[in-house]
């Protein structure tokens, strides 16, 4: 089974390279949330609009199409419950050139493991591009600084 890139992977990296963030901050329309206060499906759901916001800012402007990040929801073999999963446009198309085989080339069939040691230098390309969008559009950064926020009351309503 091929293991999906999860969208923290990115925010993760990025984030831990920025400044601390606020530990609140305000909506579209001035309401003022308090991370601290905030219940874990509140948590849950405030990082996927965080996330999606990131995403479509860095998709405007990054250099490349082929780094255009997507979301969508799956479910896992031998699951009924629905993940999200966010991946570059790039890792798709090397997991649906993967996926597509003929009887004939079967055996030639490698999983996950192969698929992301192939996109390797173009994870290293993304982060760069990530860094280079965060600092030069301030949007993102801060959105990115938020996301940090949320991910550690996340983690810390986790007990982790």
């Known amino acids: 089974m091929i293991k999906p890139v999860r969208p923290t992977l990115f925010t993760a990296a990025?984030?831990?390279?920025?400044t601390a963030a606020h530990a609140?901050?305000?909506?579209e329309d001035g309401e003022v949330i308090q991370i601290a206060d905030l219940t874990r499906a509140e948590v849950t759901g405030y990082i996927r609009e965080a996330e999606d916001q990131m995403y479509a800012i860095y998709n405007e402007h990054n250099i490349d199409?082929?780094?255009?990040i997507a979301c969508?929801?799956?479910?896992p073999t031998g699951s009924n419950i629905s993940v999200r999963i966010c991946e570059?446009?790039?890792?798709?198309?090397?997991n649906l050139g993967k996926?597509?085989?003929d009887g004939e080339n079967l055996q030639d069939f490698q999983g996950g493991?192969?698929?992301r040691s192939l996109v390797a230098p173009e994870y290293e390309k993304l982060e760069a591009d990530m860094k280079r969008v965060a600092d030069e559009v301030p949007a993102m950064r801060e959105i990115m600084q938020i996301l940090g926020q949320?991910?550690?009351r996340q983690k810390q309503l986790a007990g982790n």
């Open 14 to 18: 990025i984030a831990a390279v920025l």
């Open 24 to 27: 609140a901050y305000a909506q």
């Open 65 to 68: 199409d082929s780094f255009d």
């Open 72 to 75: 969508r929801k799956e479910k």
């Open 88 to 94: 570059p446009r790039f890792y798709t198309e090397v």
């Open 99 to 101: 996926n597509r085989t």
């Open 113 to 115: 493991f192969a698929a």
């Open 150 to 152: 949320l991910k550690a």
